[in-house]
């Protein structure tokens, strides 16, 4: 079965930090750039960070800049999201999406998404 597998989430305190990880089963990454959105309770999905496929050009939303770090290991086929400082408002659920498309300063995503793992900052 071809799906993005996202892991990682969970309950963190205000200022500390997570990592998710997003593989892939049956179909390889390498090749497409990535993404990680997200999206709280009420609100719209926000983008969050990307990569390019060759993991050369990273890209952030204003709002997790100098915080929030995307890599990528095609190795072993998988993106990762390194969170630090994590505010309550950082609480969402964390999808990955394999192929965003990039106008400007935009990103806007494929049809192609994981599951989602959600993340809770308590103050």
């Known amino acids: 079965q071809v799906q993005l597998i996202e892991t990682g989430g969970g309950f963190v305190q205000s200022r500390g930090s997570l990592r998710l990880a997003c593989s892939a089963s049956?179909?390889?990454?390498?090749?497409?750039?990535m993404a990680w959105f997200r999206q709280a309770p009420g609100k719209e999905r926000e983008f969050v960070a990307a990569?390019?496929?060759?993991?050369?050009?990273?890209y952030y939303g204003d709002s997790v800049k100098d915080r929030f770090t995307i890599s990528r290991d095609n190795a072993k086929n998988t993106i990762y999201l390194q969170m630090i400082n994590l505010k309550p408002e950082d609480t969402a659920v964390y999808y990955c999406?394999?192929?965003?498309?990039?106008?400007?300063?935009?990103?806007?995503?494929?049809?192609?998404w994981g599951q989602g793992t959600s993340v809770t900052v308590y103050p």
């Open positions: 990569i390019s496929w060759a993991g050369t050009g990273t």
């Open positions: 049956g179909m390889r990454l390498d090749g497409y750039p």
């Open positions: 999406n394999r192929g965003p498309t990039r106008e400007g300063d935009r990103w806007s995503p494929s049809d192609f």
